[in-house]
């Protein structure tokens, strides 16, 4: 009866031994949802943005939309294309650094500025057909219509030269963001021990 324990006790056993040898976690082939998926490119590369190119556009992008208006001045796609130009073309710069507080902040500042000359216009067109003013025997446009046409004037030239600088400034901040040290942890598996784990990446 002695003799008869220990084979039975083996035999007890032995299912427990197999299972207990088994551990889905070193599988030689681990299944697909035990690999985690690889971070897509635009996330393992940066490609920094240019400030030669975001002063570029800020430059060439307004000049170009105003003298293919003014080779077709006499119709409304001129006209149209010069008031694009003059008021959103000289933002490219800032959309290319994707600031967009200040692409909204410089298509303002030339929306009122053209808005101030329009009105000026208009005033010295009033003067000039109602009450206009006498210097030798000419009609001359008064100080205000001037004034408001200068100063609008003047308001689209600053704002086209802040966005030129500002452009830059925007590039830097933007590669700045990603030139930043950041930790990331992220699940991996390692095929050398045929087991999952965390991967630990520093950037700076």
Do not use: C
């Amino acid at each position: 009866m002695k003799s008869l324990i220990i084979p039975f006790l083996f035999l007890l056993l032995l299912p427990e031994v197999t299972v207990a040898q088994y551990n889905p976690l070193t599988e030689e082939n681990p299944s697909i949802s035990q690999i985690p998926t690889p971070p897509s490119e635009d996330v393992i590369y940066f490609k920094p943005k240019s400030e030669k190119t975001a002063k570029m556009l800020t430059v060439a992008v307004p000049s170009a939309a105003i003298l293919i208006g003014s080779v077709f001045r006499k119709s409304d796609f001129g006209f149209t294309m010069i008031a694009t130009g003059v008021v959103f073309g000289p933002s490219a710069g800032n959309v290319y650094a994707e600031n967009f507080e200040s692409v909204v902040k410089g298509i303002s500042l030339r929306a009122g500025g053209v808005g101030l000359m329009a009105v000026g216009v208009y005033v010295g067109l009033f003067e000039f057909m109602f009450a206009a003013h006498f210097k030798d025997g000419e009609r001359s446009m008064g100080f205000w219509p001037k004034a408001l046409i200068f100063g609008g004037a003047g308001a689209i030239l600053y704002s086209w030269v802040f966005d030129y600088f500002k452009s830059a400034e925007n590039v830097r901040e933007y590669n700045g963001e990603y030139e930043k040290p950041f930790l990331t942890l992220s699940p991996t598996y390692f095929p050398k021990e045929k087991a999952p784990g965390i991967s630990v990446s520093l950037s700076f």
